[in-house]
Nanobody
């Protein structure tokens, strides 16, 4: 059973930085899509940044030029470097991975909380 485990969340002042990590227990090389989503209280879960097989990284307009997604398969880990954080970035951040072959399988982490204070 593949597990995704996030870490790196916390409380930071506006303008600060955090780096989130997502460790994939197995099979990271077989994941066709990997990315980060977030969900603020009372809002829908939204895409933050994502890798797909045939395209470079894509970002939500709200985080472009501030956040950077990266992936190190040798460490079985995906990262989200967040800079110039704003209070509106406050949310639970979730790691996501998808494998598609004979069937499509979706994996989610448990989430890590990011809180940006003014």
């Amino acid at each position: 059973q593949v597990q995704l485990v996030e870490s790196g969340g916390g409380l930071v002042q506006a303008g600060g930085s955090l780096r989130l990590s997502c460790v994939v227990s197995e099979g990271i090389d077989s994941m066709n899509i990997m990315g980060w989503y977030r969900q603020a209280p009372g809002k829908e879960r939204e895409l933050v940044a994502i890798f797909t097989d045939d395209r470079g990284p894509r970002y939500a307009d709200s985080v472009r030029a501030r956040f950077t997604i990266s992936r190190d398969n040798t460490k079985k880990t995906m990262y989200l470097q967040m800079t110039s954080l704003r209070p509106e970035d406050t949310a639970a951040y979730y790691c996501y991975a998808q494998h598609y072959g004979e069937r499509t399988i979706h994996y989610w982490g448990q989430g890590t909380q990011v809180t940006v204070s003014t």
